[in-house]
């Protein structure tokens, strides 16, 4: 029994994994809304169920919101734990579909086929490659290539509220050598990659507080301080000249970006100019001396994300404002300590008020950055087999954002992550007319084939 | 025939002012409020038949608003304009009132009898002071001291829209060699004060644009500009290490405070520590070298009034905003050119905007100083009439805000305004419970007939 049998077997299966997936995008998962908790329940079953019908030892499983998926089966290799989820977001403003985003089609695009409908990237039609493909194997030799545990999370879309309780009341049953994630984008569209670092991310609030009243700022400027001016003196301070940022002892624990990964990056010829022009801007801001991907996967940052004090409707009102409030939010690389910086961060801040202002923090979030063990032979093994399936190579890459599923495989089961999945920047997720490309659902099976061929050995 | 005896008479005659003055505060005569236009137009009345009553040719004149009182009588000497308002704020909340705000009564307090009653300070009381001393001086004398312009506005709580078209309508009517405008404090209970240095007022708004659209921070943050930063990097330089403004010749026209103003100040003994204590604060922030009384009443000063950008809801978002705004006023003295303030502050933003950014400004208005030319020897007189009746010497005093009228005496009629007011900071003007001191009623009405005695020569 070779790959290429498993491979064909797909290629000819297809119009009916197209079938199995519309049947699965038919139902209206939306975690978020009451109204359809009977549909997510309706939606783990029907997974249940096809996952039943390819050998799977399956179950929806209770949570006090929306029921998990697991199953078991086949054995050998490396023990794969599979994770997805079946909810999908709500579908408003419905007036800008053009369909019905819960009755799916193919239609065509100048890109090519796509499928059409709520979920159908973001995240079920992503699942449903990793489920085509155990089915091929199974239809082909009668049994999975390697031991397999699948987890399908119907909370994904609304905050996840039951994910981490469950994985600590269920660990046993959900660890494995390595999880595969299948949630991600494709680096291009010839361009497969396996996403290996994920910054973590320390959220700060702060409120200065400078008189005890909103004043007059004809009677009070000048004299009484100002804590919009405080506020933005402490922000104009949070980073240097060249665009490091000045909180003590910010860069221990970053590595230097590796001479094979900056090779990796360099090869993916990323198109600064584009990805800025797309939002408007033509010049990198940031830290000097790092290319725009390295800024985004590999180095930590600081923003501003909300600022307000004083008057701010239509018109003018001179009021000198008791309070100013910032949101700030640092990205965390490596082995950079949230807890400790966040100490850091807060000290500096006290160090730089002006007699009479005081602060209060307000803690948004604190999580270390993931950085995967690559050395482990799976990742060799599957960025091999995606190479075979996809014009390009396949690379390790960053991730910008925080994907909070791959911490807690880490922190709560031990595991590494593969995130590996075939979306493309313009499917719309989150928006109307989401759509998958046929060539993503396609060629996604066909990539988990090989890379499960891989993991056989 | 000599001030004494006027000024007996004014003693003697309190309690029938008193009435008088509880007849006009019986009137609600709330501007604002459409409810009581025929109210405005009582009082506007019942004023103009007062003024006849002592001698004045007194009209209630219409604008599209609430009517004007104007009234002439008596003949040479100075000739004096006097402005004050007849309208008042409204009055809720009404339950933090002890008594009806129309009901007025004397009540005993800790510190002495007041008026109780809504306008009994703002602006009734206070300008009924003037009308009582020419009462006096007509029924010692038969006539009025000197020359006396009436001009009493109804609109000055609702923004006096009908003020300036009708001063440009009426300016041969109107004007006369000094105007004395009757609505501000006494220094402190012991101490008058003729406010001579008004400030000006630039308002402007900032809006900086960087990226075309919101974006997500873990995404973009570093390599895409962020307008919070630059918005607070741009507030951040506007002072520098020493509290002095940074705009480009904005020092042009800022006189030094002469060596004569400089001791009557000092001599005024104002208390720092309680002035800033009172709002929570301990420490003078502003210019360096500069008294907390300079720099109200004689220095420039740059405020941010509001400030916001990004996300300031509840919680956190991990947003990168296109748009982060500010709304910044100056304060200006002397002969600083608020038109060119405004093109050199513009200029600065601009120069320092990095790539990307855009940014637009939206005018709040640009007027210049009020400095009162104090060698008219009609201010040495009054100065000296009120440092006869009070138990501390009158000051030449500034202003932190701006009153308007006063510049448009200026611009519009060419007379300079001496601003005289017997208010106590305590009044609770704008507030419930307003109250006029007794003694502020009684003193004021002898201050004014001193001030007119000094006038009449």
């Given at each position: 029994m070779t790959l290429s049998t498993i491979l064909t077997r797909i290629d000819t299966d297809l119009d009916n994994a197209l079938d199995r997936l519309m049947e699965l995008?038919?139902?209206?998962?939306?975690?978020?809304?009451?109204?359809?908790?009977?549909?997510?329940?309706?939606?783990?079953?029907?997974?249940?169920?096809?996952?039943?019908?390819?050998?799977?030892?399956?179950?929806?499983?209770?949570?006090?919101?929306?029921?998990?998926?697991?199953?078991?089966?086949?054995?050998?290799?490396?023990?794969?734990?599979?994770?997805?989820?079946?909810?999908?977001?709500?579908?408003?403003?419905?007036?800008?579909?053009?369909?019905?985003?819960?009755?799916?089609?193919?239609?065509?695009?100048?890109?090519?086929?796509?499928?059409?409908?709520?979920?159908?990237?973001?995240?079920?039609?992503?699942?449903?490659?990793?489920?085509?493909?155990?089915?091929?194997?199974?239809?082909?030799?009668?049994?999975?290539?390697?031991?397999?545990?699948?987890?399908?999370?119907?909370?994904?879309?609304?905050?996840?509220?039951?994910?981490?309780?469950?994985?600590?009341?269920?660990?046993?049953?959900?660890?494995?050598?390595?999880?595969?994630?299948?949630?991600?984008?494709?680096?291009?569209?010839?361009?497969?990659?396996?996403?290996?670092?994920?910054?973590?991310?320390?959220?700060?609030?702060?409120?200065?507080?400078?008189?005890?009243?909103?004043?007059?700022?004809?009677?009070?400027?000048?004299?009484?301080?100002?804590?919009?001016?405080?506020?933005?003196?402490?922000?104009?301070?949070?980073?240097?000249?060249?665009?490091?940022?000045?909180?003590?002892?910010?860069?221990?624990?970053?590595?230097?970006?590796?001479?094979e990964l900056r090779s990796q990056w360099e090869a993916l010829g990323f198109d600064d100019k584009a990805f800025l022009a797309d939002v408007g801007l033509s010049t990198p801001a940031g830290e000097a001396g790092k290319t725009v991907l390295e800024q985004i996967w590999a180095r930590p940052t600081a923003e501003v994300n909300g600022i307000t004090g004083g008057y701010t409707g239509d018109g003018f009102k001179t009021v000198l404002p008791s309070v100013a409030k910032a949101k700030i939010s640092f990205r965390l690389v490596g082995t950079q300590d949230p807890l400790k910086i966040r100490d850091n961060f807060r000290q500096r801040v006290r160090d730089q008020l002006p007699p009479d202002c005081s602060v209060e923090f307000h803690d948004h979030g604190a999580g270390p950055a993931s950085v995967m063990a690559t050395t482990n032979p799976a990742f060799a093994a599957a960025r091999a087999a995606l190479t075979d399936e996809w014009p390009n190579p396949a690379a390790f890459t960053g991730s910008g954002g925080s994907i909070p599923v791959a911490g807690y495989f880490k922190t709560i089961l031990d595991m590494d992550s593969m995130l590996i999945g075939f979306a493309m920047e313009d499917d719309s997720i989150h928006s109307p007319n989401e759509k998958y490309d046929l060539r993503s659902f396609h060629k996604g099976i066909r990539s988990w084939a090989r890379i499960l061929d891989a993991l056989s050995n």
């Open positions: 995008l038919r139902i209206p998962s939306i975690s978020t809304d009451p109204a359809y908790k009977a549909d997510c329940a309706r939606a783990a079953d029907w997974l249940v169920e096809d996952l039943k019908s390819i050998g799977f030892d399956a179950a929806s499983r209770p949570t006090p919101g929306h029921p998990m998926v697991v199953a078991h089966g086949g054995e050998g290799g490396t023990h794969v734990l599979f994770y997805g989820h079946y909810d999908v977001q709500p579908v408003d403003p419905l007036n800008l579909w053009n369909r019905d985003p819960f009755d799916p089609a193919i239609e065509e695009t100048d890109k090519g086929k796509v499928i059409r409908a709520r979920g159908a990237s973001d995240d079920k039609g992503q699942l449903m490659t990793f489920i085509e493909a155990c089915r091929a194997y199974v239809a082909e030799t009668g049994k999975l290539p390697c031991k397999i545990t699948i987890f399908l999370e119907g909370e994904e879309e609304s905050g996840s509220p039951s994910l981490v309780p469950f994985m600590e009341a269920n660990a046993k049953d959900l660890t494995a050598d390595v999880a595969l994630i299948c949630d991600t984008d494709l680096f291009d569209a010839n361009t497969p990659a396996i996403t290996t670092m994920l910054r973590g991310l320390l959220g700060e609030e702060l409120v200065i507080t400078g008189p005890s009243k909103d004043l007059h700022s004809g009677s009070y400027g000048g004299p009484a301080i100002n804590p919009i001016r405080v506020l933005s003196n402490i922000i104009a301070n949070l980073h240097d000249d060249t665009g490091r940022i000045t909180v003590p002892d910010f860069y221990d624990g970053v590595p230097e970006l590796s001479d």
